[in-house]
């Protein structure tokens, strides 16, 4: 394992993210991930990255697992979230999130505490008031955003004191290189990189074919789906062709990639088994060529150009027929679309969270009427049509 020298922290290139503890990627049994979590740490994994939004038990489990070693770690948690999905960043929510933070953390302090999402209903001078008071009690050291739009995220650079930023980063999702990323090198901040393995995709375990739980966030993610996929399994193949080279996997390859780009500091991975555990950690470690890095650089440059071409048709396609009469089918599409728009800036993010938050209730109702989705089309349409 390798480290990343930062703001006099040795930070582990490879950390530990316990997402998988609220449940997005199926049942998790919590005995066996806290095993994992033990094995992390004896593998020289410093950094952990948990959540309130990821369950009940996620930080007392992540707590109670750093507590012997607490000083020798670096822990991140976050704040933001309210019901699983409206974000609240309030000065009062905060403060009081922070508090039951420490309490279930078990601990005096956090290293980096990240704003999960954006509140588009809160000043941001309001949030940072609430984190830089946090900071002079003494009750996180540094704070930092997470999931927001470069255009939010240019604002908390302007009028906070930013001491990293989490941002999604892997072979099969690449924007942060040409929004996030570029600002960090410039400001000096830590890039912390999550979902590197592409939720899975680039362990080269999943095809066309594959299947999840009924529970498993995979079914919708966009990833997964449609153009994305196609393009996501073609990099696969090209990951696992140069990981011959170098006898390693194709997943290990992606890591090292997301590790080779200036300004991160970590990638966070999240496995719940022990050999997935070793085999993200062999991320760390070693240097990929020059010339290899230039042909993977090629290989993405050409999924960009099919990505540029093909993911606006699909889209169009999608607003432009009847949505599909299964209701999961249909939150995928929707989910596909609203993902689009909000990378490609077809749209604000205050007009795409809305719309967002109102499906992803209807999900969790269980609605099946094709009205209501249909409704969300229209909303989307309308967003969009100048784009269109």
């Known amino acids: 394992m390798d480290y990343s020298r930062y703001k006099k922290m040795d930070i582990s290139q490879v950390g530990m993210g316990c997402y998988a503890l609220s449940g997005a990627y199926g049942g998790t049994d ?41 000083e020798e770690m670096y822990v991140s948690t976050k704040v933001g979230m309210k ?36 509140d588009i ?7 940072l008031n609430a984190l830089q008071d946090l900071q002079s009690d003494g009750k996180i050291v540094h704070y930092g955003i997470s999931h927001l739009s470069q255009e939010n995220a240019s604002s908390y650079f302007k009028k906070g004191n930013i001491g990293a930023v989490m941002m999604e980063l892997s072979p099969v ?14 400001e000096g901040i830590a890039g912390i990189a999550f979902s590197v393995t592409g939720r899975g995709v680039l362990t080269g375990r999943y095809n066309r074919n594959s299947s999840f ?30 990981g011959k080279k170098y006898d390693k996997t194709p997943v290990q390859i ?23 555990l070793e085999e993200n950690i062999g991320g760390s470690g070693w240097e990929i060529y020059h010339e290899d890095m230039d042909h ?62 109102k499906l992803w209730s209807l999900k969790k109702e269980g609605a099946d009427d094709t009205e209501s989705f249909e409704s969300i089309k229209g909303s989307i349409n309308n967003i969009l049509n100048l784009h269109l």
Request: proline share 6%; hydrophobic share 35%.
């Open 121 to 127: 209903n809160t000043p941001i001078e309001e949030t």
């Open 296 to 357: 993977i650089d090629d290989v993405l440059k050409r999924e960009d150009d099919f990505l540029d071409r093909e993911e606006p048709r699909l889209i169009k396609s999608i607003l432009s027929n009847p949505l599909p009469n299964d209701s999961s089918e249909a939150i995928s599409q929707l989910v596909y679309v609203l993902e689009v728009a909000a990378q490609r800036n077809m749209a604000k993010e205050s007009q795409i969270l809305p719309i967002f938050q």
């Open 213 to 242: 739980q009924d529970i498993d966030i995979r079914n919708i993610d966009p990833l997964f789906k449609y153009t994305r996929s196609e393009s996501a399994l073609r990099i696969v193949d090209e990951l696992k062709e140069l």
């Open 83 to 118: 019901n699983e999905i409206e974000p609240i960043l309030s000065y009062e929510h905060v403060i009081s999130s922070c508090e039951n933070s420490l309490r279930e953390l078990d601990t005096d302090y956090i290293d980096f505490y990240f704003v999960h999402y954006a």
């Open 173 to 186: 999702a690449r924007s942060a290189l040409d929004t996030l990323l570029p600002i960090c090198r410039d």
């Open 254 to 276: 992606a890591i090292r990639w997301v590790l080779s780009q200036p300004g991160i500091v970590c990638a966070l991975t999240g496995p719940s088994k022990k050999e997935h």
């Open 30 to 70: 919590i005995s066996t991930y806290k095993k994992v979590l033990l094995h992390a740490r004896k593998h020289g994994v410093n950094y952990f990255d948990t959540a309130p939004a990821y369950g009940p038990k996620a930080e007392r489990i992540l707590g109670k697992i750093i507590k012997p070693d607490r």
